[in-house]
């Protein structure tokens, strides 16, 4: 499996090392790990993964740590071959609460979890909604307030097509990296 940073992530270390000694942790946890295992897991200065964490509790407590523990989680991506000859890239783990991050194989396995990952991802769909839309009520008539429109709609698009997922497709697709194709409109 290869993994790397997402785009703008700034991280030190080396991506791929640190996914597979992540994906070892989530495996080691039947899929599961939250910023606290994390933290304590990166604590052994021979894994890759320490040098992510700045470790000098005059810089950063252990609140801090937790906070890069949670933007590593949210930057390690898996890279998957499609065969095509295009990549598609899917999370090493996506938050579920209260359970912390879950991979996209566990999703996969359980419906449940699967469910309070797509609820979540449909609230953030509707939050950045909202958001475009004070944007756009802000802004003076023209071309910010346009993009603001036509981006508040795309989004608008996006979470009716959040709702009208089928779990049990979409996060099996998820985990083996292939991303469904949305509805045209």
């Given at each position: 499996m290869k993994y790397e940073f997402k785009p703008g992530y700034k991280i030190r270390g080396n991506a791929q090392k640190i996914g597979e000694e992540m994906s070892g942790l989530?495996?080691?946890?039947?899929?599961?790990?939250?910023?606290?295992?994390l933290v304590e897991f990166a604590r052994d200065e021979s894994r890759e993964v320490?040098?992510?964490?700045?470790?000098?509790?005059?810089?950063?407590?252990?609140?801090?740590?937790?906070?890069?523990?949670?933007?590593?989680?949210?930057?390690v991506v898996k890279v998957v071959d499609r065969?095509?000859?295009?990549?598609?890239?899917?999370?090493?783990?996506?938050?579920?609460?209260p359970k912390g991050y879950s991979t996209m194989e566990r999703l996969a396995r359980e419906p449940d979890e699967a469910a309070i990952a797509l609820a979540a991802a449909g609230q953030r769909v509707e939050a950045a909604s909202r958001s475009l839309e004070?944007?756009?009520?802000?802004?003076?008539?023209?071309?910010?307030?346009?993009?603001?429109?036509?981006?508040?709609?795309?989004?608008?698009?996006?979470?009716?097509?959040?709702?009208?997922?089928?779990?049990?497709?979409?996060h099996r697709s998820a985990a083996e990296g292939h991303r469904p194709t949305p509805p045209a409109g």
């Open positions: 989530f495996g080691a946890n039947d899929g599961n790990c939250d910023a606290e295992e320490h040098k992510a964490f700045t470790w000098d509790d005059a810089a950063a407590g252990h609140q801090w740590r937790l906070a890069e523990a949670r933007k590593l989680i949210r930057a065969g095509d000859g295009d990549v598609a890239r899917t999370p090493i783990a996506v938050h579920v609460s004070m944007l756009e009520n802000a802004l003076a008539p023209g071309v910010n307030a346009d993009k603001a429109r036509r981006g508040r709609h795309l989004v608008q698009r996006a979470a009716r097509y959040v709702s009208d997922i089928n779990i049990g497709g979409a």
